[in-house]
């Protein structure tokens, strides 16, 4: 076909619990940029893709994250058509993987131990999260506080009947709680990300405990770096003492308070991407 063509691939509504229309949204509104710049873009389902043989698109963006459609998009970028975020990225973002490629790379991440769901578990440094190893919050009970031993383990339980095999505890950590967005792989002079926004979250009362943006900037980045993505999100807290600490790295967020411009951002970088554009 005469014209550029690519995919956009929604995130799976039981991956998306209670943003179910900012995430579709978000995607939408980028293919809309994209088709300004050339492109001709089909929005589909994870299950749609899979449904469509033989098919090759000029580039694939993607919020789909179960680990069968990734698979499946991995075969479809090893043949040369380029993803954003790559399937390996995505599939990095796994709670078990992130904490491995994390403390790699040296990045301000949150104290985090990989734990069997059943079993006896020494429960110190209370209180402490108890979530899902593999992907994020899908529902109730996926993340969980546990301000004390029997909460921790009743969380482990539950997950074990759900199936779930491991989980990730983690400590309370005081302070701000920050939220921030970065699109572009590289980076600026100062060590940012291409594109990057950071807000405090609503939802908690800011003590306006020390943030230093531009490490909060570069500290991102390097989490982003070691695990391939490109569009991302995630969460961080300033602590009392001034110390940043990572506390999720997440594909491709929904950009709520900044859609419109984060939309034309990711339209004009997966342009350069699929046109051939170096990374």
């Not at 759900?162 to 950590?173: F, N």
């Not at 060590?191 to 306006?208: C, E, I, L, S, T």
Request: glycine share 8%.
């Amino acid at each position: 076909m005469d014209d550029p063509y690519c995919w956009g691939i929604f995130r799976e509504l039981a991956h998306s619990p209670g943003r179910e229309g900012d995430d579709a949204e978000i995607l939408r509104l980028t293919g809309k940029h994209l088709e300004t710049r050339g492109f001709r873009v089909d929005l589909k389902s994870p299950e749609d893709v899979i449904g469509t043989p033989d098919a090759r698109p000029l580039g694939v963006f993607l919020m789909c994250e179960r680990v069968e459609i990734l698979e499946y998009l991995r075969d479809l970028e090893l043949r040369g058509t380029p993803h954003v975020n790559a399937p390996r990225a995505v599939l990095n973002t796994y709670r078990e993987r992130m904490i491995a490629l994390l403390e790699e790379a040296n990045a301000p991440f949150v104290e985090s131990r990989v734990v069997p769901t059943t079993g006896a578990h020494q429960l110190d440094g209370l209180p402490v999260w108890v979530k899902r190893a593999d992907v994020h919050n899908t529902q109730e009970g996926d993340v969980t506080f546990a301000p004390a031993a029997d909460g921790a383990r009743q969380a482990l339980a539950a997950l074990a009947a759900r199936g779930i095999p491991t989980a990730v505890i983690q400590p309370q950590v005081d302070g701000d709680l920050v939220k921030f967005y970065g699109i572009g792989a590289g980076a600026r002079a100062d060590g940012a990300p291409p594109w990057f926004r950071w807000f405090y979250h609503k939802d908690q009362r800011v003590a306006g405990y020390p943030l230093d943006a531009a490490r909060l900037a570069r500290s991102v980045r390097r989490a982003a770096t070691a695990l391939g993505l490109e569009v991302y999100g995630g969460d961080a807290i300033a602590t009392p003492t001034g110390e940043l600490v990572l506390l999720d790295l997440n594909a491709w967020p929904s950009f709520a308070l900044y859609r419109e411009e984060a939309a034309e951002r990711i339209a004009a970088y997966l342009a350069l991407r699929f046109a051939g554009g170096s990374r």
